[in-house]
């Protein structure tokens, strides 16, 4: 059975596509909420690309020594160049045996045209982690942006479709530096915990910050120095959202829903962090639950925009 000849009737696909689904259900709570919008065949789609995704990721956050990781995804890049070689050959299906998220994300790279080759580009990202990369400069961070979250608002706008292609994937790598600007703020003190810093060296110099922390595990620099960088770049992250949000009229009705869903949820959680730049200096900052069914919820009938 070929990758164009499987069908949800396949019970191995079926099950690569549940136990992707499982994995956005688990460890994607703000995800989720737009992804479940969509219809069946486009979220079981985002589902398989989100969970490879997933894997990187998680690899790359790893408690492993970064030789150990940088093998890991050096072999994540061999599978994906198996998928890219099963639809290449338009192949059996088995020959991914044993590995459901390559199972699922082969045949919705099958049913969509999802550009596969952007996972590179997640990989390298992730290799710079773990390499750790410095940042000076925000042109610097903006490639790691794209890197890691653009990568996946184009892999995702192969599952929507769109009217402009060029345009709408520009747009949807804009709203991917928006979110990670944002997951930036969100972690900043438990990257720091980790050793890993993400604002430019050249905005830590403009406003006399150091991001060092004391035995404790607070940030030594005065709170008002902070709260100033934290409010900067929370308006340089405005102003991505400002842009990549001009995707939506591009989408369909449900992929609209599911982007607006989504970046609506990040946007909110930005928005508490400028409005109280300590939270996010405390601990890793969350929206409830009730809220992000808010999101979703206006977002299905056009509200959040």
């Known amino acids: 059975m070929t990758v164009s000849e499987t069908c949800e009737g396949s019970e191995r696909v079926v099950e690569a596509y549940r136990h992707c689904e499982r994995v956005v259900r688990e460890e994607a709570r703000n995800f989720s909420y737009g992804i479940r919008l969509m219809p069946a065949p486009k979220r079981r789609a985002m589902s398989a690309v989100y969970a490879f995704a997933r894997g990187i990721d998680d690899i790359g956050d790893g408690p492993e020594p970064a030789c150990v990781r940088l093998d890991l995804l050096d072999r994540s890049r061999q599978r994906l160049m198996t998928v890219q070689e099963v639809l290449r050959r338009r192949a059996d299906v088995r020959a991914l045996e044993g590995h ?13 045209p999802i550009p596969l080759e952007a996972f590179e580009e997640l990989l390298d990202g992730c290799e710079d982690d773990v390499r750790g990369a410095d940042y000076e400069t925000f042109d610097d961070l903006l490639r790691y942006c794209q890197r890691v979250a653009g990568s996946v608002g184009r892999l995702s ?36 915990l980790a050793g890993r810093a993400y604002i430019p060296a050249e905005d830590l110099a403009r406003f006399g910050c150091t991001l060092k922390l004391d035995e404790s595990g607070a940030f ?20 991505w959202y400002a842009e990549g949000l001009r995707l939506l009229p591009l989408l369909d009705r449900r992929s609209a829903a599911c982007t607006a869903a989504m970046a609506g949820i990040y946007r909110r959680l930005l928005e508490n962090i400028a409005a109280r730049p300590q939270i996010a200096l405390d601990a890793r900052v969350s929206l409830p639950t009730w809220q992000k069914a808010v999101v979703a919820a206006r977002a299905l009938s056009g509200v959040e925009r």
Do not use: Y
């Open 220 to 239: 030594i620099d005065p709170p008002w120095r902070l709260n100033e960088l934290i409010g900067f770049q929370a308006e340089r992250a405005r102003a």
């Open 157 to 192: 706008l192969g599952v929507f479709g769109s009217d402009g292609r060029q345009r709408a994937e520009g747009l949807a790598d804009s709203l991917g530096v928006a979110l990670q600007l944002t997951n930036i703020l969100r972690d900043l003190r438990e990257d720091r």
């Open 100 to 112: 459901p998220v390559l199972t699922a994300l082969a045949d919705a790279a099958g049913r969509f």
